[in-house]
């Protein structure tokens, strides 16, 4: 194919240069960037002899002289390209009006029927309309009358109780009763009764291994079974995660002498057993619950809802216990239980106008604590010494006062407890010094091994499992074991424990050990509750954890260690008490513990809002800030703000901050609005299958994982799988690409193995895909449920336009590369200035053929990281940004795309270039407004098809000269 730009230029085509290597791209962070190019002289130092003020005039004045040779950079379209955007813009001219109803259609009553007469799929507008004028009271009321399922019929309560009778002789229901009788819930069981009887909203709070999870549900369903109400009987209980929804499901059906699909059943995403209509037991995650909500407001369809392990405060769960204030007094017949941990079970009772409480004590075997006082007393460890605060302190005036402010708090805590410990004579003078050290609160991994040695040295068998804050720490210390020499294969067995490893490695860790070996996990705090490990007898908490943290003021997502809070350290310590007694070593003070904090921030103090306020709207609650206001820890109003900007960057909400007919759609997708807005895109470029498979991966988890000592083997695969397109997303799609053509081959197994894949996160990610693919078939935006059908598929091996489709979903997440380093690569965001890109993406110390990165997500750890990135040219930008505009400065014309994205252009060629956009974004208006197919033969099909064509072209076919980036190849 011909070049569809041409150069236009005063230099001639032989001044062309690669894009640095190593060197930082010509804009700076103070100003708008026009290319991202370097010099011929980038790399080499000013001259000798300059001092001072002389070297800043020496790079000023090269950076002027740069700046002035790339004045003459200009987008031209070629003359080919011009007159077929002409002739496709000429065909298109009024093409949208003639499909739109007239506006002066006189079949509309109301100011908000007015504003959208242009809309004439009536099943569609009909839909859209309801969602934006209704509102939750008016749905209730609505769904009230309604007729409901669990009407009585006397011969189904006679029917399951007879059936619950005769289950009573089984033997294999008595065996189990006998279990059940011995756990102390079973103990309370005609109290939680009668509470459920006289009241509609109660809390029951409990130890771990109380029992109330699997009891609770049981109780309430014989209790009405024996009164003849079994018809009249559905209990949904849900759970916060896939796991335990399912499992807990098989345990109550063993319990009961059933299989799953009688009494009991499960619904997740993607995989369901439902029970019998009535009479039952349905376990489910919190998201579904909220699905359940959207179809019947008024749960009609269930007399009682329990909400398991609300303790944890995830979003979901915090914004059904708001929902259900609302919903309790329109059905005084639902009964609502919430059950949690001991943590701050009171809170909850007064959200709900002080509802009853009962408790239920655990039981655990005693688990003796020890502190770092205690453990720098037993390895006599020694930490390095503190280092004196910086003379030049007016040179680094902000550090210097970030470690005198530290210091200060870290001896306002310690010099009390310090002078008390000296009083009791309980310690020697060389822990005291080494307590009174400030680098005593810094997480010290040779202590950490110097402890575990102590354990295996002086303490009988069992497991130790040592809690670490992330990953990489995880790495370090398991190094540091292995480098000792002190830990051989024949005496110990080290796992190591985190998210991203397959479940095929977690489940090792449950394996007992042979006789005369010792088990040592290292993990994150997965193993707080997610994970019991029953042979645990030692538990080693270095006292810090990574949450997951939306800076406001930032608008950043954070990821740091931090101490963990009261609430985590009980559950690190519960830990090792559940078979026998056990010890806890605790790597902080005990005046440090006194200053924790009781609880962890709830999710939606930590998280941004996006997908709340969507769900908002399709729930009609109204103003997003009024409904917030009503959780139990409302979030902050700049974060409520930054989300509705975003929203309305999406064109998902408008100016009034009701739902656009974009923002109804992505409302009805289970996702996050970028990754649904990709879906949408996909469906109507017709590249189906890899777009689908991204932002499964992107929504739920990514597949690869990265075995230790293994880490250049997985990068290599992972770079395999990317196919030379400098993406990560590029390598998520082609990972389930290459896994379904494995399974059906099956060999699915092998190839996970080789390639450090999870098998059963690819077969999730694969399933996902379809579901996405029903959702936007029932939207009309696809003909099949089939997210590999040929038809929703012609242009999936187009990976420029993958590429560009994934940045048209995450702009404006736009970074440009500065330089690499033998630490990683740089690049620059207008908030933040210089970020990092992660060492986990491929594009991490390589040389990319443009300096432009999309990216998933941004986070401050260490460093700020980009995560998840893809290189993407100027067209991709120019295809991805939701609006263009035209500017003229100093006799020279912009087309800009954003307050930090420009590029100087022919006039021309710009105005063509905006006028095809403007009429592609008509295209979507009425695609979104209209769901339906593309028609490939009609003006909709020659506009997608010019834009698919212009997002292909190299660079420097646009007009840009190797100085602005290195050449495609």
Same mark, same amino acid.
């Given at each position: 194919m011909s070049h569809l730009f041409q150069r236009f230029s005063t230099r001639g085509m032989n001044s062309r240069r690669k894009y640095g290597e190593g060197g930082e791209a010509s804009h700076s962070e103070g100003s708008h960037f026009v290319h991202s190019g370097r010099s011929r002289g980038r790399g080499q130092r000013h001259p000798p002899g300059l001092k001072g003020r002389e070297i800043g005039l020496y790079y000023k004045g090269k950076a002027q002289a740069k700046n002035k040779e790339m004045e003459t950079d200009v987008i031209k379209l070629s003359p080919n390209i011009q007159r077929r955007i002409e002739t496709v813009l000429e065909n298109s001219k009024?093409?949208? /009006?003639k499909l739109y109803r007239s506006a002066s259609a006189q079949d509309t009553d109301d100011l908000l029927e007015n504003k959208y007469v242009h809309i004439h799929?009536?099943? &569609?507008?009909?839909? &859209?309309?309801?969602?934006?004028?209704?509102?939750?009271q008016d749905n209730l009321a609505k769904m009230l009358l309604a007729k409901s399922r669990l009407e009585r019929n006397p011969e189904l309560d006679t029917k399951f109780l007879n059936e619950y009778k005769q289950k009573q002789s089984y033997t294999e229901y008595e065996n189990m009763l006998k279990f059940r009788k011995k756990l102390p819930c079973y103990q309370k069981r005609s109290e939680i *009764?009668?509470?459920?009887?006289?009241?509609? #909203?109660?809390?029951?709070?409990?130890?771990?291994?109380?029992?109330?999870?699997?009891?609770?549900?049981?109780?309430?369903? %014989?209790?009405?079974?024996? !009164?003849?109400?079994?018809? =009249?009987?559905?209990?949904?209980?849900?759970?916060?995660?896939?796991?335990?929804?399912?499992? #807990?499901?098989?345990?109550?059906?063993d319990e009961r002498a059933e299989r799953l699909g009688k009494s009991v059943g499960y619904q997740i995403r993607l995989e369901k057993v439902f029970p019998r209509d009535r009479g039952s037991i349905l376990f489910c995650t919190t998201g579904m619950l909220l699905q359940f909500i959207q179809n019947d407001p008024a749960l009609k369809e269930f007399s009682h809802i329990v909400l398991d392990e609300i303790h944890e405060r995830s979003t979901e769960s915090d914004f059904i216990l708001a929902l259900l204030k609302l919903i309790i007094p329109k059905r005084p017949d639902l009964k609502v239980l919430l059950m949690s941990a001991t943590l701050n079970s009171e809170r909850f009772s007064k959200y709900y106008d002080n509802c009853p409480m009962i408790h239920i004590p655990g039981f655990t075997f005693p688990v003796e604590e020890f502190y770092l006082e205690d453990i720098l007393m037993f390895t006599q460890f020694k930490f390095p010494p503190s280092a004196p605060l910086p003379q030049d302190y007016k040179k680094h005036i902000k550090r210097f006062k970030e470690l005198q402010h530290a210091r200060g708090e870290f001896h306002d805590i310690l010099d009390p407890y310090i002078r008390e *410990?000296?009083?009791?004579?309980?310690?020697?003078?060389?822990?005291?010094?080494?307590?009174?050290?400030?680098?005593?609160e810094k997480m010290s991994l040779e202590l950490i091994e110097q402890l575990i040695m102590y354990i295996c040295k002086t303490k009988d068998a069992g497991a130790i499992l040592v809690f670490l804050p992330g990953m990489m720490d995880i790495i370090k210390l398991r190094r540091i074991m292995m480098e000792s020499g002190r830990y051989p294969q024949s005496r110990y067995i080290i796992y190591p424990l985190h998210s991203?490893?397959?479940?095929?490695? !977690?489940?090792?860790?449950? !394996?007992?050990?042979? /006789?005369? =070996?010792?088990?040592?996990?290292?993990?994150?705090?997965?193993a707080e509750t997610s994970i019991t490990i029953e042979d645990v007898v030692y538990v080693v908490d270095c006292g810090k954890t990574k949450f997951s943290k939306f800076d406001v003021e930032k608008n950043i997502q954070t990821l740091e260690p931090e101490w963990v809070t009261a609430a985590n350290a009980k559950q690190r310590r519960g830990r090792a008490g559940r078979v026998k007694p056990g010890i806890c070593y605790h790597l902080y003070s005990k005046a440090r513990?006194?200053?924790?904090?009781?609880?962890?921030?709830?999710?939606?103090?930590?998280?941004?809002?996006?997908? =709340?306020?969507?769900?908002?709207?399709? *729930?009609?609650?109204? /103003?997003?800030?009024?409904?917030?206001?009503? #959780?139990? %820890?409302?979030?902050?109003?700049?974060t409520i703000d930054l989300s509705l900007e975003?929203?309305?960057?999406?064109?998902?909400?408008? /100016?009034?901050e009701h739902l656009t007919p974009l923002g109804y759609h992505l409302a009805q997708l289970p996702l996050d609005p970028r990754t649904g807005k990709m879906l949408i895109w996909a469906s109507l470029f017709s590249c189906v299958a890899p777009i689908f498979a991204i932002a499964a991966s992107l929504s739920f988890k990514d597949a690869f994982y990265c075995p230790l000592g293994k880490e250049d083997q997985a990068?290599?695969?992972?770079?395999?799988?990317?196919?030379?397109?400098?993406? %990560?997303? #590029?390598?998520?799609?082609?990972?389930?690409?290459? &896994?379904e053509a494995a399974y059906k081959r099956g060999y699915a197994g092998s190839f996970c193995s080789e390639y450090f894949l999870s098998f059963n996160t690819l077969k999730l990610l694969s399933e996902m895909k379809g579901q996405f693919a029903q959702h936007l078939c029932e939207m009309k935006f696809l003909e099949t449920d089939n997210p590999n059908a040929s038809n929703a598929n012609r242009n999936s091996r187009n990976m420029t336009l993958v590429k560009a489709i994934v940045c048209a979903g995450l702009y404006p997440n736009i970074a440009s590369v500065r330089r690499i380093t033998k630490n990683g690569t740089q690049a620059w965001t207008p908030e933040d200035g210089k970020v990092c890109i992660h060492p986990s993406s491929v594009n991490d110390k390589i040389k990319c053929p443009s300096p432009f990165l999309t990216y998933f997500t941004k986070q401050k750890s260490t460093a700020i990281y980009l995560h998840d990135t893809t290189c993407v040219t100027s067209p991709i930008l120019l295809f991805a940004a939701p609006k263009l505009s035209i500017t003229k400065e100093k006799a020279r014309f912009f087309i800009s795309l954003s307050n930090f994205q420009k590029f100087i252009c022919e006039l021309q060629s710009a105005q063509l270039i905006q006028e095809l956009q403007e009429q592609f974004n008509n295209l979507l208006e009425y695609k979104i407004t209209h769901p339906g197919t593309v028609a490939w033969n009609s003006v909709e099909g020659d506009l997608i098809n010019i834009f698919i064509d212009l997002i292909c072209q190299k660079d420097e076919d646009m007009g840009f000269t190797g100085s602005d980036m290195q050449r495609y190849h």
């Open positions: 009024g093409y949208y /009006n799929d009536s099943q &569609f507008k009909r839909k &859209f309309i309801n969602i934006i004028s209704g509102s939750i *009764l009668e509470l459920i009887r006289e009241n509609q #909203v109660v809390v029951i709070s409990g130890e771990t291994g109380c029992g109330k999870t699997t009891q609770i549900p049981q109780f309430i369903l %014989d209790d009405q079974l024996e !009164q003849g109400n079994g018809s =009249v009987t559905r209990i949904i209980c849900t759970q916060p995660r896939r796991i335990s929804a399912m499992s #807990v499901a098989e345990r109550v059906a *410990l000296i009083a009791e004579k309980k310690f020697s003078r060389e822990v005291i010094d080494q307590l009174r050290n400030p680098n005593s991203r490893m397959p479940s095929v490695e !977690q489940k090792l860790i449950f !394996q007992e050990p042979p /006789n005369g =070996v010792r088990k040592i996990i290292i993990a994150t705090s997965i513990e006194m200053t924790l904090d009781q609880y962890p921030l709830p999710e939606m103090l930590r998280t941004r809002l996006e997908e =709340v306020i969507l769900k908002i709207k399709i *729930l009609q609650l109204g /103003n997003a800030t009024a409904f917030l206001a009503s #959780v139990m %820890d409302p979030p902050d109003l700049k975003l929203l309305r960057t999406l064109n998902a909400l408008n /100016n009034e990068r290599e695969k992972k770079l395999e799988l990317s196919m030379g397109q400098y993406s %990560d997303h #590029v390598a998520l799609a082609e990972a389930v690409t290459r &896994f």
